[in-house]
């Protein structure tokens, strides 16, 4: 099993362009989720969904959307870049659709730097 | 919003000394959770504990979850180099479930 699998790992992005995370599993689980991490700030929840066809929003979902259309992709979409949008974002799976009560996986993050 | 938060912030031991890292939270949880982060890697899950535990074991880890004093603990015996890295908790709690995490805590194991 590869996991979870994220792609690019670095990406340098202009003010205003938009760009899309790929992020996928291969453990069919039904919860997946995308958190930001920046300095001193910890982890942050983004979006998260529940199934193929369910998505919702975490604690800083300005600036970027998703869609979950098979169970193994959760894309994460900037719209329009900002610098403040600069951060490494996690793509994280679980089994439970509640995803605290079951570990999270996580993949090896991209590096967004939005110039 | 942060719910949990480590502490120390920075720890620095030799290897062979015990780590102890805590973790406060705010509201009442579902269960606890800790993870290891390498640098420039993905966090990796530890051990989980319910509120309705007290003390998990694995290997050279142990956590204790304090549900009236709203606390728990990371307990590394026997520390290696390999254990330097970020310790985050975790917390679920309410209808959602989400995880929330806190900061960190970054030890250092030198040699």
């Known amino acids: 099993n590869a996991g979870v699998t994220q792609t690019p790992k670095f990406q340098v992005l202009k003010t205003g362009q938009s760009m899309t995370l790929q992020c996928a599993q291969d453990m069919n689980h039904e919860y997946m989720s995308w958190y930001r991490q920046d300095p001193g700030m910890g982890l942050r929840l983004i979006h998260y969904s529940v199934g193929a066809g369910i998505t919702d929003q975490g604690e800083v979902p300005n600036g970027y959307n998703v869609s979950r259309s098979t169970t193994e992709d959760f894309p994460l979409r900037l719209l329009s870049a900002a610098p403040s949008q600069t951060s490494v974002y996690f793509c994280?799976?679980?089994?439970?659709?509640?995803?605290?009560?079951?570990?999270?996986?996580f993949g090896n993050g991209t590096r967004l730097t939005v110039t | 919003s942060q719910q949990g938060e480590e502490d120390p912030q920075a720890l620095s031991i030799q290897e062979g000394e015990n780590a102890t890292m805590n973790c406060s939270y705010k509201?009442?949880?579902?269960?606890l959770q800790w993870y290891r982060q390498n640098s420039g890697r993905g966090l990796v899950h530890l051990i989980l504990?319910?509120?309705?535990?007290r003390e998990k074991h694995s290997g050279r880890l142990r956590v204790t979850l304090d549900t009236s004093k709203k606390s728990s603990s990371l307990l590394i015996t026997a520390s290696r180099a390999a254990d330097t890295a970020s310790y985050f908790c975790a917390t679920s709690g309410g209808s959602q479930g989400n995880l929330i995490f806190g900061k960190g805590t970054k030890l250092s194991v030198k040699p």
């Open positions: 509201t009442s949880i579902n269960n």
């Open positions: 504990i319910r509120s309705n535990e």
């Open positions: 994280a799976s679980s089994y439970s659709i509640q995803g605290g009560n079951s570990p999270l996986h």
